[in-house]
């Protein structure tokens, strides 16, 4: 896991082109803002984690109502991108909330976090009786074309797993849902421009030689190439809980 200081420099760094590169990253937004949309529109008070360049809150402020809306982001830069009440810059596991939420959510963050379980403990402890968590992270097989041929790529712990932190902490699952994007690129060197412009640190601290660079790009098109065109998987996976009147477990 690369460090968060290093995490926000790349993500600052990707802002400005993000949008035009993040395909997969929009439509994970916009069906995350649906299910939440399906469950109830209006709240009180409504926490984002990782807000990044602000698609996600757009399309959640066009579809709920809420009265205040605390926004955060690891990057401070973010705070331009959005419309908040509160911005709360910073990291999310570190960060003080004392507001009491009724819907917490977050899109294509919580595959950075560090401490998963610690943090759902303390986002139930926020949360309002029978308040929402709803979220997306990302399978074992994302990216899995880069992990094979370069070996670098993040963990990412199973829907399972995600399931039973859930529960640990004191929520009850309403929905969970596995998808599968593929994007679909002309050449390699194209699939590496895609993950240095919307802040994907998959092959951030690869060595590219150019020999390096070659073996990679002929690799990637020996093995993966489809009717001339070379695919790159993301494996979305969504979570919807509710919290219960149980406390979490230690």
Known sequence: MPSKHK?????????????????????????????????????????????????????????????????????????????????LAGDIETLPLTASYDLITSASAFQWLADPDALLRKLNACLKENGLLAFNTFDVDNLHQIKRLTGAGLHYPTAAHWAALLQQN???????????????????????????????????????????????????????????????SYTPLYFIARKTGGKPTE
Request: one cysteine or more; glycine letters at 4%.
């Open 7 to 87: 995490i926000a420099r790349r993500f600052a760094r990707a802002l400005p082109v993000y949008e035009h590169h993040a395909a997969a990253q929009m439509r994970i937004a916009q069906k995350l803002a649906a299910d939440v949309q399906s469950l109830r529109r209006d709240y009180d008070c409504v926490l984002e984690i990782g807000c990044g360049s602000g698609v996600y809150t757009r399309l959640l402020q066009a579809a709920l109502q809420a009265e205040s809306w605390h926004i955060n982001d690891l990057c401070p830069e973010c705070a331009d991108n959005v419309t908040a009440d509160v911005f």
């Open 170 to 232: 004191g929520f009850e699952l309403i929905s969970s849902e596995a998808e599968t994007i593929t994007l679909w690129f002309d050449d390699a060197r194209e699939v590496l421009a895609h993950l240095k412009h919307t802040g994907v640190t998959a092959t951030a601290q690869q060595h590219w030689t150019r020999a390096r660079l070659h073996d990679f790009t002929q690799a990637y098109r020996e093995r993966y190439q489809q009717n001339g065109r070379l695919p790159l």
